[in-house]
C-alpha cells in the first residue's frame, strides 16, 4: 500500500493504535542487548505459553531498549483502560504468576516498578493515554513520571524506544511518526526546513558540535547535481552502545529523519554506514527501510509529493577510524577505509566526488520533532549554546549502568547519579565523556553542565556521550595507556606522526607503568603530544595525545609517583 | 566458493555502487575466509586492481580473514573502556587459564574486542554471540571442552 495522503497516513496511525492499545493484554519485552543477555527471549516465549495456557486474549511484543539495563529483562503490561505496568527482573520462572494476577485484575506488586496513565508524545508534543483514572489497587505504585530515574530525562531522540515494536512501521506512525515527513514534503519548502534546523540551534550529536543547519545549507549550496545524505552508524567508541540501541528500538525515526534531510538538501540518495558485527541493528534498519519503500515513503514521488530518495544500508567492516568522515565515505565506496585530508570540504566534494552531507544517528533522530513542534521549541530545551538533549550511556563504577537522555545543562554529577552513582565504598576520582579524543576529567569537574562548550572550556568535548564513571581503583596511567594502545592498534598508518607517535607515546607511558619511567618522560610525552596534535592527518591522530594532556595537566602527581617512588596508588600498574 | 556460485553473489549486488565490501562480507559469511581465487577472479569481474581487492581485504583484519580461522568457538572479551575499569583484563587471564587448564586450545578462540555493547555485565564475554558474564564464561567453556 503506499501512502500519499494525509488521510492514507491516518489509516496507518489508526491501524498502529489498535496494536498499542489493544483489547486484550499487550506485553511489551525489552529484548535489546542486555536484555538479551539476560534472558529477554526464555521470557518471550514463557509469555506466549503462558497466555495459551491460561486461555487469555494477548499478544507478546518484542521492544527495544528503555534504558534501565540493570532491571532487565524489563516487561511492560498495556491492558485495556489500565495504565502500564513497568516490571523489572522478570525471569522466564516468574511469568505465569504474573499473568495469573493480571487475569484477576489484580496485578503483583512484585518486581513492580511504576505505573504509567498518560504520556506526552516527543514528537507532537500530543498526549497518548493509557488510562485516564489508576485503579485503588495500584494507586500506591509510584507514576513514572515522577520517578527518580524518569523525572530528570527529556526523550526525544529516545522517544519511542521500548514502547513500540522496532519491526511495525503502523506503531512507528501510531505514535506520530511519519507526519514530519508529510509535513516538510507538503506543506515547507527546503529553504524553510533548513532555517528552521538552523534556528532550532541543532549541534551535531557525533562529537563535533557543527551547527546541523549551517551544514546543510553547505551542501544545499555546493555546486553538483548529484548530493548524499550520509548516517554515520560507525559508533566506534570503546565502551558505548548507545546507537545501536536507538537503531534496535526505533529504525524509522532515523530513516525519516534522513529522508527529510535529503529533501531539505536537494540530495536524492542516502547511505547508512553500520559498523559491523550487528546483526540485530542491521535486521531491523533494513526491514524499516524495505517498509519505507513499501509504503511510498522512499523511492520515487514520496507522499505524492513530486520529491524521489533512495536509502541504501551498507555494512562496515570494522576499525574505528571508519567513523572519520572521509574515511567513512571510503568505506562506503568499498575501498579501505583511510581518511584523506580535507582541503575541499565533504561538503563540496565528498562520496563519490558529489556534496556530501553527513550526521549521526543521534542527529537524524532529532528532525522529525523539530520539523513537527518547530525551532522555538527546540532552542528552549538545554542550554543558550546547545540546545535539546543528549543521549549518554553511563558506565565503568556505578551501581547500575543505563541509557539515558538528558536536557543540555544537566550537571554531569547529576547525570552520574542517574546511573545509580558509585558503589559504596568508592569515591569519585574521574571520568570520561566522549571516547578517547575527551581525555578524561577529574572528580572536581562534576559540577560542569552538560553542553558543548562547557565541556570543551574544560578542556574536554561532548563527543558522543559515553560516560565513563571511574573511582579511586582505577589509575590514570593505566588509563592513558589503555587508551594509548586502543588508538595505536586502530591508526590506519597513512601519516607518519599518527602511525609513529601513539606507538611512541604508548611506549613512554608503559615504561611508567612498570616503573622504568625516568623524569624526563614528562617533557618527551608532552613534545610528542604537540607534534601529533599538529601533525596528523585527521582528528584520530590529532586528538590522541588528549588522553595523556588531560590526565597530566589533572592527575601530574601521580605520573611523579610511578616515575619518582615507583608506586602505583591504585595497585593497578604492575609495578 | 566457487568461481561459479561467486558469480551469483557479485550479480546479486550487481545495481549496488561500491559493492567490493558487501560482496566481502558474503565470502566471508560463507567460506569463513578470503581465497586468493576469489579475490582475483573479483579483481577481473568489477575492474579493480587486485591490489586494491587485496589492500581492502588486509585493511579490515577484523572482519576478513585470508586463511581460515582456527578453533570453532569465538570467546570474546570485551575490552571496552566500561570493561576495563571493571577490571576486564583480570577476566582474559583469568579465561586463559581455564582454556589452558582443560586443554580446550583447540576448541576456543580467545580474542580481545573492542566493545560488546553491553555495560551492565562489565566485564562482558561472549562465547558464540551469547553474552555471559565472567563465572557463566568459564563453566561454559568446561561444558564446550567435556562435550567434545
Redesign the interface.
Known amino acids: 500500500m503506499k501512502i500519499e495522503s494525509a488521510q492514507e497516513l491516518n489509516k496507518l496511525k489508526d491501524a498502529g493504535e489498535k496494536l498499542l492499545l489493544p483489547g486484550g493484554i499487550r506485553i511489551q519485552v525489552g529484548t535489546s ?2 536484555g ?2 539476560r534472558g529477554a527471549q526464555e521470557v518471550v516465549a514463557a509469555f506466549e505459553k503462558e497466555l495459551t495456557a491460561q486461555g487469555l486474549e494477548g499478544r507478546v511484543v518484542r521492544v527495544g531498549c528503555i534504558g534501565m ?2 532491571e ?1 529483562p524489563l516487561v511492560e503490561i498495556v491492558m485495556p483502560g489500565k495504565p502500564k505496568l513497568t516490571y523489572g527482573g522478570i525471569t522466564a520462572e516468574l511469568v505465569p504468576a504474573l499473568l495469573k494476577s493480571l487475569a484477576k485484575g489484580k496485578p503483583q506488586k512484585k518486581n513492580l516498578l511504576y505505573r504509567t496513565n498518560q504520556e506526552t508524545l516527543a514528537v507532537n508534543g500530543r498526549a497518548f493515554t493509557y488510562a485516564a483514572k489508576t485503579p485503588a489497587e495500584i494507586k500506591s505504585i509510584p507514576a513514572a513520571e515522577d520517578s527518580d530515574f524518569l523525572k530528570p530525562q527529556l526523550r526525544i531522540a529516545m522517544r519511542n524506544a521500548g514502547a513500540i515494536d522496532p519491526m511495525n512501521i503502523e506503531e512507528y506512525a501510531a505514535r506520530g511518526g511519519y507526519a514530519a515527513l508529510l509535513k516538510a514534503v507538503t506543506q515547507m519548502k527546503p529553504e524553510e526546513i533548513i532555517d528552521t534546523v538552523t534556528k532550532a540551534n541543532l549541534r551535531g550529536r557525533g562529537g563535533g558540535g557543527f551547527p546541523t543547519g549551517r551544514k546543510w545549507q553547505a551542501c544545499r549550496e555546493a555546486h553538483g547535481t548529484h548530493k548524499y545524505v550520509l548516517c554515520n552508524c560507525s559508533e ?6 548507545m546507537h ?2 536507538i537503531i534496535e528500538s526505533d529504525p524509522h525515526g532515523i530513516v525519516e529523519g534522513m529522508i527529510i534531510g535529503g529533501y531539505a538538501i536537494g540530495a536524492r540518495e542516502g547511505y547508512i554506514y553500520l559498523h ?2 550487528n546483526p540485530g541493528a542491521k535486521e531491523k534498519l533494513q526491514h524499516a527501510i524495505d517498509q519505507a519503500y513499501e509504503y511510498g515513503l522512499l523511492g520515487d514521488n514520496i507522499l505524492g509529493s513530486g520529491f524521489s530518495f533512495s536509502l ?1 544500508l ?7 577510524v571508519c567513523g572519520e568522515s572521509t574515511a567513512l565515505m571510503a ?8 581518511p584523506r585530508p580535507k582541503y575541499i570540504h565533504t561538503a563540496e566534494k565528498g562520496l ?1 566526488d558529489g556534496p556530501t552531507n553527513l550526521n549521526n544517528v543521534e542527529t537524524w533522530c532529532n528532525i522529525a520533532p523539530i520539523i513537527m513542534r518547530g525551532a522555538e521549541w527546540f532552542s528552549a530545551i538545554g542550554t543558550k549554546t546547545s540546545a535539546g538533549t543528549k543521549v549518554i ?1 553511563i ?3 556505578v551501581n ?3 541509557l539515558v537522555e538528558v536536557p543540555m545543562g544537566t550537571p554531569i554529577a547529576d547525570i552520574i547519579a542517574l546511573g545509580g552513582g558509585l558503589p559504596s565504598g568508592s569515591t569519585l576520582k574521574a571520568f ?1 565523556l566522549g571516547g578517547p579524543p575527551a581525555g578524561i576529567l577529574p572528580a572536581d569537574q562534576a559540577g560542569i553542565a552538560l553542553g558543548f562548550d562547557e565541556l570543551a572550556a574544560a578542556g574536554s568535548l561532548l563527543g558522543s556521550g ?1 560516560l ?3 573511582d579511586q581503583s ?1 589509575c590514570v596511567v593505566d ?1 592513558a595507556k ?2 594509548l594502545s ?1 588508538l595505536e592498534k586502530e591508526s ?1 598508518g597513512r601519516c607518519v606522526p599518527c602511525r609513529e607517535g601513539v606507538k611512541r607515546m604508548r611506549e613512554v607511558v608503559e615504561g611508567i607503568s612498570i616503573a622504568t619511567g625516568k623524569e624526563e618522560d614528562i617533557a618527551l610525552l608532552n613534545e610528542l603530544a604537540e607534534c601529533l596534535s599538529s601533525a596528523s592527518l585527521c582528528d584520530l591522530g590529532k586528538s590522541a595525545p588528549q588522553v595523556v594532556v588531560s590526565t597530566l595537566r589533572h592527575f601530574m602527581d601521580e605520573y611523579q609517583t610511578h616515575i619518582v617512588q615507583q608506586v602505583c596508588p591504585a595497585k593497578r600498574c604492575s609495578m | 566458493m566457487d568461481l561459479k556460485k561467486l558469480d551469483d553473489v557479485i550479480d546479486r549486488h550487481r545495481k ?7 560482496i ?2 558474503d565470502i566471508q559469511r560463507e567460506d569463513g575466509f578470503i581465497a586468493d581465487e576469489a579475490m582475483t577472479h573479483l579483481s577481473d569481474r568489477l575492474k579493480l586492481p587486485l591490489s ?1 581487492v587485496f ?2 581485504v588486509s ?6 580473514t585470508l586463511q581460515p580461522r582456527p578453533a570453532a568457538h569465538a570467546v570474546k572479551v570485551c ?8 577490571r576486564g583484563a583480570e577476566v582474559m587471564s583469568e579465561l586463559k587459564e581455564t582454556v589452558e587448564k582443560e586443554g580446550a586450545e583447540a576448541l576456543c578462540r580467545l580474542e580481545a574486542v ?9 566485564p ?1 564475554v561472549e562465547i558464540d554471540g551469547k ?2 558474564d565472567r563465572e557463566a564464561a568459564k563453566m561454559t567453556i568446561i561444558k564446550l571442552k567435556s562435550e567434545k
Open positions: 542487548r542486555c538479551v543477555a539495563c540493570h532487565e566506534g567508541d570503546p565502551g558505548i552502545g545501536k540501541s559491523h558485527g541504501t551498507k555494512e562496515g567492516a570494522g576499525g574505528y568505506t562506503l565506496e568499498g575501498r579501505a577505509g583511510e563519490w550511556s558506565s565503568g563504577n547500575t549502568p543505563c570520561q559515553g565513563i564513571v571511574m582505577t588509563m589503555y587508551f586502543f590506519c | 549496488e555502487k561500491g559493492a567490493l565490501i558487501t566481502l562480507h586494491e589492500r581492502t585493511y579490515f583484519g577484523h572482519a576478513f575490552n571496552g573502556t566500561a570493561c576495563h575499569v571493571r573492542p566493545c560488546l555493547g553491553c555495560c551492565t555485565a562489565a562482558a553474552l555471559l
